[in-house]
């Protein structure tokens, strides 16, 4: 069955930086656009960075120019550097295949909180 194990999330001061990284298991990974969402406490879910598998890549806005998302086929994971972070950055982040939509059952999360 499909697994999505997401790790790398922590406790960073403002202005710090994180990598999150996302192992695939279950599909033929390199066959799907991967990408990486946020829940923030009492909000939806977003769309934060996606990566086809052709290495297009599409940000929100709120993250363009900070974060970078990046893939290895070779190991089935997706990655998320996350710089210059914000408090507004607290979030659990998931990753998920897809460009625009979900495509499977979502994982664990990793817990990101930006906070002096």
């Known amino acids: 069955q499909v697994q999505l194990v997401e790790s790398g999330g922590g406790l960073v001061q403002p202005g710090g930086s994180l990598r999150l990284s996302c192992a695939g298991s279950g599909f033929i990974f390199r066959f799907y656009a991967m990408a990486w969402y946020r829940q923030a406490p009492g909000k939806q879910r977003e769309l934060v960075a996606t990566?086809?598998?052709?290495?297009?890549?599409k940000y929100t806005d709120s993250v363009k120019g900070r974060f970078t998302i990046s893939r290895d086929n070779a190991k089935n994971t997706v990655y998320l550097q996350m710089n210059s972070l914000k408090p507004e950055d607290t979030a659990v982040y998931y990753c998920?295949?897809?460009?625009?939509?979900?495509?499977?059952?979502w994982g664990q999360g990793t817990q990101v909180t930006v906070s002096s």
């Open positions: 990566i086809s598998n052709s290495i297009t890549t």
């Open positions: 998920n295949a897809g460009f625009e939509a979900p495509q499977f059952s």
